[in-house]
C-alpha cells in the first residue's frame, strides 16, 4: 500500500472540466484517475415503471451522439492538462469496482444528483465497492446549492414564484463563485504503465442507437435546424461566448426568449448544462460580467430567472422523488380521465395530427432534437389537454428524442403541463392563439410543413377552416397534401373549461 491517497472521478453528467466540485476534489489526491462509464441501462428499449407501462427507448441516437462528443471533448481536455480519461462500456458498479481494484483507489468521487435512478445506481456502485475505497458524491449540477437556500429541500414550495421569492429576498442565498480549473496529478501507474486498458469511445452500433459506426453518421443534417449542437465543454463554453458577447444577444433575451426561429432566440445552452458541459455558476458569472460591461436590464435577470427554473425541478426532485413520474403526479390527481390511444399518441409523434403548430414542432424536434420551450409547451399541453394520451408517453417520446433531456426538467415540465405537477390551477395552452401570437406570419408552421406554404398565415395555423375549393384554389387538400385534425381542438376545449 503506498501513502499517496489515489482517487477515481466518476463522470458522470459533469462532463467538465470547470467549475466541478468531484474533480477538483479528486484532483486533490497524489494520483487520480478520471473514469466514464457507458451505462448500457441507458440506452436501448426500456420499461416505464409501473401498472400501465410500456417500452420506449431511453436515449436516441442524436443525444448518444451528443455525450459521445463531450465525453471525446473531456478526454482531449484531460490529455492536454497530462492526465487522462479511462473509458468503459458496462454495468457501472462493475466497472468502477473493477477499475478503483486495479488501482488500489481510496476514495470515488462523483457528481449527486436528485433524481432516483441516478440516486440508485450511485448506490449500486457504492455496494460495489472494494473493501477500504469510499464513495463521495458532491453537488454541483445546480445554480444554488441545496446547502445554500433559505429552506431545507424537504420544505421547498411546491409552486415556482413563492420559492423564487424565498431565494431571492434571502439576505445570504447567492450562487457560489465557479471554482476554476483544477490542477490534475499523474494518473496511477497502472493506466501509466499499460496494465489498466483506457478504453475507446464506443460506437452508435455498440450502444445499439442505430445502425451506424461512426458518430458523423448521425448527426443532423437537416438545414433547418436552428443550430447543429456539437456535445463538449469547448463548445458549451463558445456558446457562451458567441450568443452573451459576440453576438450581444443577451440585451435582448426577454424579448425573443419566445421565439420560434434560429439560433439566438433564446441561448441553447440546455443540451450543455444538462451533460454538464457547462457549469450554471460559469453561466450565471458570465451574465454579471455582462451587466457590468455591457447592459443590465430585464432580459439579464430573465435568463438568471429561467436557471431559477430549472433549479427548481431539481429540488423539487430531490423533495418528491419518484412520485412525480407517476402519471398521477405530485398532485396525486385521480380525476383525469387518461386514454391509451395510440392512434393519436403515433400521429403526435410523427407530427401528423393535421394541427399545424403540433406538428411543425414534433417535425423540428424528429428532424433535429430541438425544440423552443414555447414549442414543448403546446406539443405538451395539446397530447395531455386536448387528446388526453397519458402524458407520460408523450415525456419518454420526449426523454428518446430530446439533445437536452434532464429528467427533472422533462418530467416536470410535462407534469406541469399535464396539470398534475408544480402548479395548483389547471391551466392548459390554447394551440392555434399561441400559434397566431408567437408565428403570426405563419413563417414556422411553413418550415416545417411546406404543404401550407402557399396559405394565408390565418388558414396556415387552421387549415381546417377552408372550404373544399378553398383547399383546393390553394393547392392543399386536406387528408391529402396534409392530414385532416386528428381530433376536433374546439370541442377538446369545452371539455377542459
Ligand atoms: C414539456 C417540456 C419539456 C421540457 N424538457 C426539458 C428537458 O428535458 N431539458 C431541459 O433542459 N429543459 C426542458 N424544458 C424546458 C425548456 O423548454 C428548455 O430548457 C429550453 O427550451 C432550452 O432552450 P434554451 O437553452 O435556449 O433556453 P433559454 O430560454 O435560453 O433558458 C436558459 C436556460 O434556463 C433553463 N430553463 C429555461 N426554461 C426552463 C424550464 N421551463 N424548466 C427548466 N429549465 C428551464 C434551461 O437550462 C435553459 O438552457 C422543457 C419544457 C417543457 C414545456
Redesign the pocket.
Known amino acids: 500500500m503506498s501513502d499517496i491517497e489515489t482517487a477515481l472521478w466518476w463522470a458522470r453528467r459533469d462532463l467538465r472540466v470547470h467549475d466541478n466540485y468531484a474533480l477538483t476534489h479528486a484532483a486533490r489526491a497524489g494520483e487520480c484517475l478520471p473514469v466514464y462509464v457507458f451505462d448500457p441501462e441507458t440506452y436501448g428499449e426500456r420499461e416505464y415503471g409501473g401498472p400501465a407501462s410500456f417500452a420506449f427507448e431511453k436515449t436516441g441516437a442524436r443525444r448518444a451522439r451528443f455525450v459521445a462528443e463531450s465525453v471525446a471533448d473531456l478526454r482531449e481536455s484531460l490529455r492536454d492538462a497530462g492526465s487522462d480519461l479511462a473509458l468503459a462500456h458496462e454495468d457501472p458498479a462493475r466497472a468502477i469496482s473493477r477499475i478503483a481494484d486495479a488501482v488500489d483507489a481510496d476514495v470515488v468521487y462523483c457528481e449527486r444528483y436528485p433524481t432516483p435512478e441516478e440516486h440508485a445506481v450511485r448506490e449500486r456502485v457504492r455496494e460495489a465497492l472494494p473493501e477500504g475505497t469510499r464513495l463521495e458524491p458532491r453537488w454541483g449540477s445546480t445554480l444554488y446549492h441545496p446547502e445554500d437556500l433559505p429552506m431545507p429541500v424537504e420544505d421547498v414550495p411546491d409552486t415556482f414564484t413563492p420559492f423564487r421569492q424565498d431565494v431571492e429576498h434571502a439576505p445570504d442565498c447567492e450562487p457560489r463563485d465557479p471554482l476554476g480549473e483544477p490542477g490534475l496529478p499523474g494518473v496511477p501507474s497502472a493506466l501509466a504503465d499499460g496494465d489498466l486498458d483506457a478504453g475507446t469511445l464506443p460506437d452508435p452500433s455498440d450502444l445499439g442507437v442505430a445502425d451506424a459506426s461512426d458518430w458523423d453518421a448521425v448527426a443532423p443534417t437537416d438545414e433547418r435546424a436552428v443550430l447543429p449542437f456539437d456535445g463538449g465543454e469547448s463548445r458549451g463554453l463558445e456558446r457562451v461566448r458567441e450568443y452573451v458577447w459576440q453576438r450581444d444577444r443577451l440585451r435582448q433575451y426577454k424579448d425573443t ?1 419566445n421565439g420560434l426561429l434560429g439560433a439566438d432566440y ?5 443540451p450543455w ?2 451533460l454538464g458541459c457547462l457549469s450554471p455558476r460559469y453561466v450565471h458569472r458570465e451574465v454579471q460580467a455582462y451587466e457590468r460591461e455591457r447592459v443590465s436590464n430585464d432580459s439579464t435577470y430573465w ?1 438568471g430567472f ?2 431559477l ?2 433549479d427548481f ?1 431539481q429540488f423539487q426532485f430531490a423533495k418528491h422523488g419518484s412520485q412525480h413520474f407517476r402519471r398521477e403526479g405530485i398532485r396525486e390527481r385521480e380525476n383525469i380521465q387518461w386514454t391509451g390511444n395510440d392512434r393519436l399518441l403515433d400521429a403526435w409523434k410523427r407530427g401528423e395530427t393535421g394541427i399545424p403548430f403540433v406538428d411543425a414542432n414534433m417535425r423540428e424536434l424528429n428532424a433535429t432534437g430541438f425544440m ?2 414555447r414549442g ?2 403546446n406539443v ?1 399541453s395539446f397530447l395531455a389537454n386536448n387528446c388526453r394520451v397519458d402524458w407520460r408517453k408523450g415525456a419518454a417520446y ?1 426523454e428518446t428524442r ?1 439533445v ?3 429528467p427533472a ?2 418530467y416536470g ?2 407534469a406541469y ?1 399535464s396539470q398534475v405537477g408544480n402548479d395548483g390551477r389547471d391551466s392548459y395552452c390554447n394551440v392555434v392563439k399561441q400559434a397566431k401570437q408567437y408565428d403570426a406570419d405563419a413563417d414556422y408552421v411553413k418550415r416545417w410543413c411546406p404543404a401550407l406554404r402557399d396559405l394565408p398565415p390565418e388558414y396556415a395555423h387552421e387549415p381546417w377552416k377552408l372550404t373544399p375549393d378553398e383547399q383546393e384554389a390553394h393547392g392543399v387538400v386536406l387528408g391529402e397534401d396534409y392530414p385532416e385534425p386528428v381530433i376536433n381542438l374546439d370541442a377538446s376545449y369545452g371539455k377542459l373549461r
Open positions: 426568449r433564446s441561448s441553447k445552452f440546455s448544462l444538462n435568463l429561467e436557471l427554473w430549472r425541478f423552443s420551450n414543448r409547451q405538451a420526449f430530446l437536452d433531456y434532464d426538467a422533462n415540465n410535462w403541463q
